[in-house]
T-cell receptor, first 120, second 115 residues
Framework: GAVVSQHPSRVICKSGTSVKIECRSLDFQATTMFWYRQFPKKSLMLMATSNEGSKATYEQGVEKDKFLINHASLTLSTLTVTSAHPEDSSFYIC????????????????FGPGTRLTVL | AQSVTQPDIHITVSEGASLELRCNYSYGATPYLFWYVQSPGQGLQLLLKYFSGDTLVQGIKGFEAEFKRSQSSFNLRKPSVHWSDAAEYFCAVGAGAGGYQKVTFGIGTKLQVIP
């Protein structure tokens, strides 16, 4: 099946610094990618929907200036956590939508392995 | 707004026993429903999905789920669990084109398998 990668898998940074997380679709072109945040013992929370070549659509309560999303190509979306603070520590997961190539197919969403961010 | 409830946060079953993980959803129209599995340190893997048609859906790894509109449920089942099934399972409901435009996840059920 299709593969979505994330880099890095784990990052530790100091408070006040910015961290960039990459999400790549390895064998398909993803016009739409999604960014989720997973809190311990809680569900995944959709942060934003990223469409190639346009501005991301953020969910209510997610700070656009804090979580910068760029989807510059059909295989790459990046999430930058700006001026990170300890409360930003979390597991960030991206997914990519593989659109149907024929009328008989439905599209599919593939998830990356996640990035563990720890802000000291 | 759509929502998903997974009433069991943690379930323990013996290897070889049958399994049922419960999921209830709230959505105004015909839902797109998913079950995902997440192993420690891994991303989510799609087990199965329901978009329309037959209400009993077969998935990978021997899992199946049944959509019951009258009960707003989409319970996941497996007749005989294996130790490798130990993981966290997420039920999700989607909206929009193909069901993937706005996916809402449940809180997850952690499955422990004992010998």
């Amino acid at each position: 099946g299709a593969v979505v990668s994330q880099h890095p898998s784990r990052v530790i940074c100091k408070s006040g610094t910015s961290v960039k997380i990459e999400c790549r679709s390895l064998d398909f072109q993803a016009t739409t990618m999604f960014w989720y945040r997973q809190f311990p013992k809680k569900s995944l929370m959709l942060m934003a929907t990223s469409n190639e070549g346009s501005k991301a659509t953020y969910e209510q309560g997610v700070e656009k200036d804090k979580f910068l999303i760029n989807h510059a190509s059909l295989t790459l979306s990046t999430l930058t956590v700006t001026s990170a603070h300890p409360e930003d520590s979390s597991f960030y997961i991206c997914s990519a939508r593989d659109p149907p190539r024929t009328a008989a197919r439905t599209d599919t969403q593939y998830f990356g392995p996640g990035t563990r961010l720890t802000v000291l | 707004a759509q929502s998903v409830t997974q009433p069991d946060i943690h379930i323990t079953v013996s290897e070889g026993a049958s399994l049922e993980l419960r999921c209830n959803y709230s959505y105004g129209a015909t839902p797109y429903l998913f079950w995902y599995v997440q192993s420690p340190g891994q991303g989510l893997q799609l087990l199965l999905k329901y978009f329309s048609g037959d209400t009993l859906v077969q998935g990978i790894k021997g899992f199946e789920a049944e959509f019951k509109r009258s009960q707003s449920s989409f319970n996941l089942r497996k007749p005989s669990v294996h130790w490798s099934d130990a993981a966290e399972y997420f039920c999700a409901v989607g909206a929009g084109a193909g069901g993937y435009q706005k996916v809402t996840f449940g809180i997850g059920t952690k499955l422990q398998v004992i010998p």
